[in-house]
């Protein structure tokens, strides 16, 4: 029996083995289901393989090198750029780099398969001349937290060109800014993100200083929102790869690191910011004046000052806009402020909303332990609520102020102190005085210069100009605190800069009739950790010294400093340390040669010019070696009186010859033909001496080779390489110097802000004249100036044009609303016209003009392979009335019974509505989600609604979808593409097809038989309650089943009917404000689905407001009318497609 059981045991045991080794059916049968279970899995990743292909089809960036040279604060910055289009199709190429807020681009020069593209600054025409006249658009390199990478002071140069197929394409850039002293340091920041890993990638900052350089710091990798400079760590990690060499004045930094240690960093290619953190010993006195070629630049930054005390009114938004983490950080960094107030300041807090709230009225309180308490308790009891009264705000503010400093407490306590006002706001004013003229007036009035107005703006809802003018007009600064940044941290920082004032009433005066044109000379102000900068022409280069008196108050007393500087030594010492440093006396570019001597040497022609005709350009004459002579006369025409009138050529249209256009030949390159089909050497193939390449001694630069060099150079190779490295030392030092330069900088600035604070209009166009006339003498790209680049032309086969003449862009005309049916909306044009923003000084709004995109190039969808994609003709889009557009306001067209019937979903924002789902047949569901906006002045509603963003999702055969916003259109079908809404594009893409017409509207088929048209509501200024959103609307419902359902869904096949309403059924419904008048009598309702909802007749405008639509409204929430309510059709998220239960309501 014992023997039987254990038997039983051992087969139970061992059985599985025997069946898994015999039946092998029933093996392939288990894998089979499990295909079927997870079929869904392969396909995701052989899907997702195939879309890291499609990323792959834009160029390859091969190399990014940056080089800055920094002469005595003022930088220079040349960016190098290599891509190759590895692939046989000419594909899009885009150059993006973030540049500084406060920096002017001075040139931008494109190669492309071997032809020079330079670009032309030109003075901004008006709007309606550029339309006429049939330019291109304008491209603005944008700082908003458009970027989400931005730090709020940095801008995004952008320029997109076509690359032909196998064939390089090279973008130089360069920018200068002069480096401004906050909290004791300067600070350079370059932004790397080149959006891919780079095989050479380097960073190089060189700076130059007169005096001895005391600190230096490079800070890790910033990436996040906040800045990291407010507090100095020296005890920071510098990042991987970095090198540093220095010595007493001059001090080298490289960052450099492998596409190994860039892949550790980030795999997006997004570094971060490169922070340097220097400061340099100061003299005491006057400061330090630098002389060079006739003109002056003088540093004064005085130390070891007593504190002057302070009357500061916080002036602190507390709308409802605020609730939340803005109000927290803001109330974190007050509580920190209090701590540092000093003995002998006062102080006092003014809160607004719709209505202004004083902490003591009528008084500024003297700081002590008792008074800050009692501020921390006022600050915590802020809460948030109301709308935005900012006039009132900054009246009672300045009543505040003015009150106490003509009090005899004022007399007896402060006479030599400093008052200001900080305001603090995160929108645009929304009750109360609502033009920016008044505020500005009313401000100004109230000010009397008697004190400072410092303005901080928190998000992107402020308007920043309103601010900036502000501060401008009233002796102050006006700071941007991004989005997503820590504003505690920023405005802490910010307050630390004025926190402590040193001076008041700064006077810099230079001896009569040896200047001119000296820029602000006269400050409110100086704080500590600050500098103060002025700059001038001297009117006798000859002259031997400078008499320089400055005149300032501190705390107790006037102070008057005066010396007479020796100009012709100070020269001598300029000359000397440059020459030490091995850079020439004229822009101090020498680091940077191999990528900035192109930025000023090729003229713009009528034509794009190759590399060999550049070649052939006419030299001023050779020194021994083949060096060009520079030619130290002024260009004909120069008025150095006058600056406004100086007419010398611009950098980008000198006639020099340009190193990266020089035709050399690499021992180890082969004379390959172009794609044009001529035989002649591409530029992107030479072996250029870019930075990443370079094989001679620069200083403190090692000699060695890069991987695509020969071991071995010849002794004619090397002779062009010098003869290039001489041609671009002396076309340095035949430009203009850096102190002059830094003169040139200073002046437009000066305008722009002269120009902001002009009231009459005379006065206006007098600033921008002369503003304008020094950013072209000085080729600096500016909000008054515009950067034409012509770009190549590239036929259907991805080859050059034979001739590369400039086209005129066809003119922007206004779409003709009565040229067609109602329901058809026109395709957009393409691109349109930019509005010209008058930045201010603290942050230019620069541009750049480019001509429209020519036959047979692509645009960003031409990166998907596989797809079919083509650029849209001019044609019509025919839709239905049926839709969701606007507040968001429905529409439902019923064909069969012949009626229209609307009806309002007022919903919440964040939330996700189910507009159309069809599980049965298509798989087809379409899910809306609801942004929120404040109201317009007037209106009953206290939120209003809108579509922000529209999900398709088709689930058959294979699951894919279509996300669009305003902005852009995702397409995740057979392959993955991303697509913007401001270029004209058809994508085929498996079952689905996607059209977009530039600015206007989103077409989406699917699969032939099922059309939406989404349309997009963009504003170029919207105003408070404006906001960018979608309408949808259903084209095509024949591939939809029966069963369809959504808020949309539910109708496409009901038959509806009127019918007449007891008099006292009426009477009990409520009335809905606003319904117009009815031709029927009140007593009307819509029987649908055995349902009877009360409805009035209203009218409604659909097609972006082409067509008057005359509907039956129904009331609350289209109670009834729906299956269910709002609720049931609120789904998780965007790409929900789970079936869900729906009620039926019943009478």
């Known amino acids: 029996m014992e023997t039987r059981v254990l038997l039983c045991v051992l087969v139970v045991c061992w059985s599985p083995i025997g069946f898994s080794q015999n039946d092998s059916e029933l093996e392939d049968n288990i894998f089979?289901?499990?295909?079927?279970?997870?079929?869904?899995?392969?396909?995701?990743?052989?899907?997702?393989?195939?879309?890291?292909?499609?990323?792959?089809?834009?160029?390859?960036?091969?190399?990014?090198?940056?080089?800055?040279?920094?002469?005595?604060?003022?930088?220079?910055?040349?960016?190098?750029?290599?891509?190759?289009?590895?692939?046989?199709?000419?594909?899009?190429?885009?150059?993006?780099?973030?540049?500084?807020?406060?920096?002017?681009?001075?040139?931008?020069?494109?190669?492309?398969?071997?032809?020079?593209?330079?670009?032309?600054?030109?003075?901004?025409?008006?709007?309606?001349?550029?339309?006429?006249?049939?330019?291109?658009?304008?491209?603005?390199?944008?700082?908003?937290?458009?970027?989400?990478?931005?730090?709020?002071?940095?801008?995004?140069?952008?320029?997109?060109?076509?690359?032909?197929?196998?064939?390089?394409?090279?973008?130089?850039?360069?920018?200068?800014?002069?480096?401004?002293?906050?909290?004791?340091?300067?600070?350079?920041?370059?932004?790397?993100?080149?959006?891919?890993?780079?095989?050479?990638?380097?960073?190089?900052?060189?700076?130059?200083?007169?005096?001895?350089?005391?600190?230096?710091?490079?800070?890790?990798?910033?990436?996040?929102?906040?800045?990291?400079?407010?507090?100095?760590?020296?005890?920071?990690?510098?990042?991987?790869?970095?090198?540093?060499?220095?010595?007493?004045?001059?001090?080298?930094?490289?960052?450099?690191?492998?596409?190994?240690?860039?892949?550790?960093?980030?795999?997006?290619?997004?570094?971060?910011?490169?922070?340097?953190?220097?400061?340099?010993?100061?003299?005491?006195?006057?400061?330090?004046?630098?002389?060079?070629?006739?003109?002056?630049?003088?540093?004064?930054?005085?130390?070891?000052?007593?504190?002057?005390?302070?009357?500061?009114?916080?002036?602190?938004?507390?709308?409802?806009?605020?609730?939340?983490?803005?109000?927290?950080?803001?109330?974190?960094?007050?509580?920190?402020?209090?701590?540092?107030?000093?003995?002998?300041?006062?102080?006092?807090?003014?809160?607004?909303?719709?209505?202004?709230?004083?902490?003591?009225?009528?008084?500024?309180?003297?700081?002590?332990?008792?008074?800050?308490?009692?501020?921390?308790?006022?600050?915590?009891?802020?809460?948030?609520?109301?709308?935005?009264?900012?006039?009132?705000?900054?009246?009672?503010?300045?009543?505040?102020?003015?009150?106490?400093?003509?009090?005899?407490?004022?007399?007896?306590?402060?006479?030599?102190?400093?008052?200001?006002?900080?305001?603090?706001?995160?929108?645009?004013?929304?009750?109360?005085?609502?033009?920016?003229?008044?505020?500005?007036?009313?401000?100004?009035?109230?000010?009397?210069?008697?004190?400072?107005?410092?303005?901080?703006?928190?998000?992107?809802?402020?308007?920043?100009?309103?601010?900036?003018?502000?501060?401008?007009?009233?002796?102050?600064?006006?700071?941007?605190?991004?989005?997503?940044?820590?504003?505690?941290?920023?405005?802490?920082?910010?307050?630390?800069?004025?926190?402590?004032?040193?001076?008041?009433?700064?006077?810099?005066?230079?001896?009569?009739?040896?200047?001119?044109?000296?820029?602000?000379?006269?400050?409110?102000?100086?704080?500590?950790?600050?500098?103060?900068?002025?700059?001038?022409?001297?009117?006798?280069?000859?002259?031997?010294?400078?008499?320089?008196?400055?005149?300032?108050?501190?705390?107790?007393?006037?102070?008057?400093?005066?010396?007479?500087?020796?100009?012709?030594?100070?020269?001598?010492?300029?000359?000397?340390?440059?020459?030490?440093?091995?850079?020439?006396?004229?822009?101090?570019?020498?680091?940077?040669?191999?990528?900035?001597?192109?930025?000023?040497?090729?003229?713009?022609?009528?034509?794009?010019?190759?590399?060999?005709?550049?070649?052939?350009?006419?030299?001023?004459?050779?020194?021994?070696?083949?060096?060009?002579?520079?030619?130290?006369?002024?260009p004909a025409g120069t008025d150095r009186k006058s600056p406004a009138g100086t007419d010398r050529k611009s950098t980008a249209g000198t006639d020099r010859k340009s190193t990266a256009d020089t035709d050399r030949k690499s021992t180890g390159d082969t004379d390959r033909k172009s794609t044009a089909g001529t035989d002649r050497k591409s530029t992107a193939d030479?072996?250029?001496?870019?930075?990443?390449?370079?094989?001679?001694?620069?200083?403190?630069?090692t000699d060695r080779k890069s991987t695509g060099d020969t071991d071995r150079r010849t002794t004619a190779d090397a002779d062009a390489d010098a003869d290039a490295g001489a041609d671009a030392k002396s076309e340095l030092a035949s430009g203009p110097g850096y102190v002059e330069r830094l003169w040139g900088f200073m002046s437009v600035k000066d305008g722009l802000r002269s120009r902001l604070r002009s009231h009459t209009s005379r006065e206006r166009e007098e600033h921008t004249r002369l503003a304008t006339n020094l950013s072209v003498a000085y080729n600096f790209l500016t909000p008054l100036t515009d950067m034409s680049v012509e770009r190549p032309q590239v036929l259907a086969d991805g080859t050059f044009a034979t001739e590369a003449t400039p086209t005129k862009a066809p003119a922007v005309v206004a779409a003709e609303t009565g040229a067609g049916p109602a329901n058809e909306l026109p395709e957009g044009d393409g691109e349109g016209e930019e509005s010209e923003e008058g930045g201010g000084a603290s942050s230019p709004s620069q541009s750049l003009t480019r001509k429209k995109d020519q036959p047979g190039q692509g645009s960003d969808a031409a990166k998907a392979t596989g797809s079919a994609v083509k650029r849209s003709s001019k044609k019509s889009v025919t839709i239905s009335k049926t839709s969701a557009d606007g507040d968001p306001h429905f529409v439902v067209e019923f064909p069969l019974s012949k009626l229209t019937v609307c009806f309002n979903i007022n919903g919440e924002p964040g939330h996700v509505l189910r507009l159309v789902s069809d599980h049965t047949q298509s798989g087809v569901t379409v899910n809306g989600k609801l942004i929120g906006a404040p109201p317009p002045p007037g209106s009953h509603k206290q939120l209003r609604t809108y579509f922000s963003t529209i999900t398709i999702v088709a689930a058959k055969p294979r699951r894919s979808y279509i996300e669009v916003t305003p902005k852009k259109v995702i397409l995740d079908g057979r392959d993955r593409m991303v697509l913007p809404c401001d270029k004209s594009v058809s994508v085929e893409s498996g079952d689905l097809a996607v059209a977009i017409a530039a600015r206007s509207n989103v077409t989406v088929t699917i699969r032939g038989s099922i059309g939406f048209v989404i349309l997009l509501h963009q504003y170029k200024n919207p105003a408070p309650y404006q906001r960018d959103h979608l309408g949808f609307y259903i084209s095509n419902s024949k591939g939809l089943s029966k069963d369809t359902h959504g808020l949309l869904g539910q109708f496409l096949n009901e038959e509806v009917a009127l019918t007449q309403l007891p008099t006292d059924f009426v009477a009990e419904q409520p009335t809905a404000g606003g319904v117009t008048e009815s031709a029927r009598p009140p007593a009307t309702a819509l029987k649908v689905k055995g349902r009877t909802v009360p409805v009035v007749k209203k009218s409604r405008r659909i097609y972006s407001g082409r067509q008057m639509v005359d509907c039956w409204f129904a009331r609350n929430n289209a109670a009834k009318l729906i299956d269910g309510e709002y609720r049931n059709y609120v789904v998780s998220h965007m790409f929900d497609t789970d079936s869900w239960p729906h009620n039926a309501n019943t009478d």
């Open 686 to 701: 030479t072996d250029r001496k870019s930075t990443g390449d370079t094989d001679r001694k620069s200083t403190g630069d």
């Open 32 to 634: 089979s289901d499990l295909d079927l279970v997870l079929n869904v899995a392969p396909r995701r990743e052989r899907r997702q393989v195939k879309t890291m292909l499609t990323k792959e089809t834009k160029p390859h960036l091969t190399e990014l090198t940056v080089k800055t040279t920094v002469i005595s604060r003022y930088a220079f910055t040349a960016v190098y750029c290599k891509m190759f289009n590895r692939h046989a199709s000419a594909v899009e190429g885009t150059f993006q780099f973030q540049i500084p807020a406060a920096a002017y681009v001075s040139n931008f020069t494109m190669i492309i398969g071997g032809r020079v593209f330079p670009s032309e600054i030109k003075p901004r025409e008006k709007k309606a001349k550029r339309v006429k006249e049939g330019e291109g658009p304008t491209d603005k390199p944008k700082g908003k937290g458009s970027n989400n990478q931005s730090e709020g002071d940095m801008e995004i140069f952008k320029m997109s060109v076509i690359i032909p197929g196998r064939n390089f394409a090279i973008f130089m850039l360069t920018y200068e800014e002069l480096l401004q002293r906050r909290l004791g340091y300067y600070e350079h920041v370059t932004s790397v993100r080149p959006l891919q890993l780079v095989s050479r990638l380097m960073v190089e900052v060189t700076i130059v200083e007169h005096s001895r350089i005391t600190h230096l710091e490079v800070l890790p990798l910033r990436n996040g929102k906040t800045a990291a400079g407010n507090t100095a760590d020296g005890r920071a990690a510098m990042p991987i790869s970095t090198v540093v060499e220095r010595n007493n004045s001059m001090c080298r930094v490289r960052f450099s690191p492998s596409i190994v240690q860039q892949a550790r960093l980030t795999t997006t290619g997004s570094l971060g910011d490169f922070v340097l953190r220097y400061d340099v010993e100061r003299e005491m006195g006057i400061g330090d004046i630098q002389v060079l070629d006739g003109y002056f630049v003088h540093y004064f930054a005085p130390r070891d000052l007593p504190v002057v005390p302070k009357n500061v009114v916080f002036v602190i938004d507390t709308s409802a806009s605020m609730l939340g983490t803005k109000m927290r950080q803001t109330k974190e960094a007050l509580f920190t402020i209090l701590r540092d107030l000093r003995q002998g300041d006062h102080f006092n807090f003014v809160s607004f909303s719709n209505r202004v709230r004083v902490w003591q009225p009528g008084k500024l309180v003297p700081v002590n332990p008792l008074s800050v308490r009692d501020a921390k308790k006022f600050i915590y009891m802020i809460s948030p609520t109301g709308a935005t009264d900012i006039n009132s705000a900054m009246q009672t503010g300045s009543s505040l102020l003015s009150d106490y400093l003509s009090s005899p407490e004022a007399a007896a306590t402060n006479q030599n102190s400093v008052s200001l006002i900080i305001f603090v706001t995160d929108g645009r004013p929304t009750v109360g005085e609502l033009q920016t003229a008044s505020i500005l007036g009313n401000t100004q009035r109230a000010v009397n210069e008697r004190f400072c107005v410092f303005t901080i703006g928190m998000g992107h809802d402020v308007d920043y100009r309103l601010l900036d003018r502000m501060a401008l007009e009233n002796c102050g600064t006006m700071r941007r605190i991004p989005e997503e940044a820590d504003a505690r941290t920023l405005l802490k920082g910010f307050y630390d800069e004025i926190g402590t004032p040193l001076l008041s009433d700064i006077q810099v005066e230079y001896s009569e009739d040896s200047v001119e044109y000296v820029t602000q000379h006269i400050f409110s102000n100086y704080f500590n950790g600050s500098e103060i900068v002025i700059a001038g022409k001297l009117t006798n280069r000859s002259a031997e010294t400078l008499h320089v008196q400055v005149k300032a108050s501190n705390s107790d007393r006037s102070i008057v400093m005066e010396t007479d500087v020796p100009l012709r030594q100070r020269q001598i010492e300029t000359q000397r340390r440059m020459k030490a440093a091995g850079l020439a006396t004229g822009m101090g570019l020498d680091a940077v040669r191999g990528i900035a001597p192109s930025a000023g040497s090729v003229r713009p022609t009528s034509k794009p010019s190759t590399a060999a005709d550049t070649s052939r350009g006419t030299q001023r004459g050779t020194q021994p070696g083949g060096a060009a002579q520079p030619d130290r006369k002024s």
